[in-house]
């Protein structure tokens, strides 16, 4: 049989680092990266055959787990009507309906193919939309690979912007300011350096990309007020919150809406779909009705409308109680297993949650990228092999945070208990 180490150097072979996705590499994690063949509610299975629970979820967007048998049966049933268009269908407008039937705060939202996308989408709306080029940013918010966002900056330095890539031109980095969570002060002296020159602030108002930074509703309130005052823009990318933290991600949560909403993930159930949300008088700037160009040959594929729509009619009430209630099971059980496991290996580990998020990190109340520790990958490592090799995956990089699903239910929380203390 073909083992994961020859599958590996033959994908090296072939493509850069192996990998389509630089995460997918495991790289500093001195092992080989699996490779699934198949996959069923919480679990997944190697080409070896080896099954783990999934911690990872595709990076999230299979909220009901994988492969559900409703969202599978509508998709069989798209891909025997033909599966791209070009043209106007009615599939995307049923999803596009159906969510602006539940997100209240929005009139109008426009499909793409990846939150990315979606993002870069915002960014260029909100400057249309404002005439103004500056762009605010916070470094532990990732935003997608477009040029603009691959910036970071330390704290105090708005104003000078160091991008985090290759390749990303000086010209594009100028105009992003990145400011630290929380740097209320920073804000406001930004706001005087660049006067009239700023178009929006992004911000994940649940940062879950290096870790899980809970941010104080306030300082979210606080972002509203000053793009208010200033004549900016708010954007929230609830890429990761949206349709899990509540239907209406953290804006539903939290009661602050901002003016312009980026989604992905959990909006296409596992198929490739971004969407950027907003009021009508925003959205209107964008083409064919005003002069903010974006277009896409496979936007609002019809497979992926018709897999989003079955994913989100499930969200209801009810089900984001079943899994916000499954997620705090299975943090009190890592939190019982990490104290305990071989004499205290891993005590030093607390686990931070949020809805049906975790981050396992070794200090709480971490709430911006200054206060993670040092040598948190360091630390990762011989963890994230332990429960490899129990048979559990979480997502492989120590930033990331771990997806819980409604398939994560009590058989496989009582599994994932066996596996754990085995
Ligand atoms: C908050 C946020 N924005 C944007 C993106 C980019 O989305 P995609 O990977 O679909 O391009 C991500 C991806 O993880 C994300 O978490």
Redesign the pocket.
Known sequence: MTTQNELFEKSKKLVPGGVH?PVRSFKGLHTTPRFIKKSHGAMIEDIDGNDYIDFCMS??PLVLGHKDEDVEKSLVSALSRGWSYGTCEPYSLDLAEYLLSRLNFVDQIRFV???????MTALRLARGATKKNKIIKFNG?????TDS?LIKAGSGLAGTSEASSAGVPEGVSEDTLVLELGDVEGIEQCFKDHAGQIAAIII?PL???NGLLIQDTSFLQYLRDVTKKNDALLIF?????GFRVAFGGMTELTGIVPDIL?Y??IIGGGL?V?AIAAKKEIMDNLAPVGNVYQAGTLSANPLAMVGGLETLKKMTTEAYAELNANAEKIISVFTKWLKEYNNGEFAHYSLTGHSSLFWIVSEEGINCMDKIPSDITEKFNPLFKTLLDKGIYLSPNSYEVGFVSLAHNDEVIKELETRLWK
């Not at 918010?141 to 690979?145: A, D, K, N, V």
């Open positions: 996705s990076f999230g193919n990846s939150g990315t996308e979606a993002v918010c990732y935003h997608g690979h966002m994940e940062p879950a990309n990318d609830e890429v990761i919150s980026t992905g993930k490739p971004g």
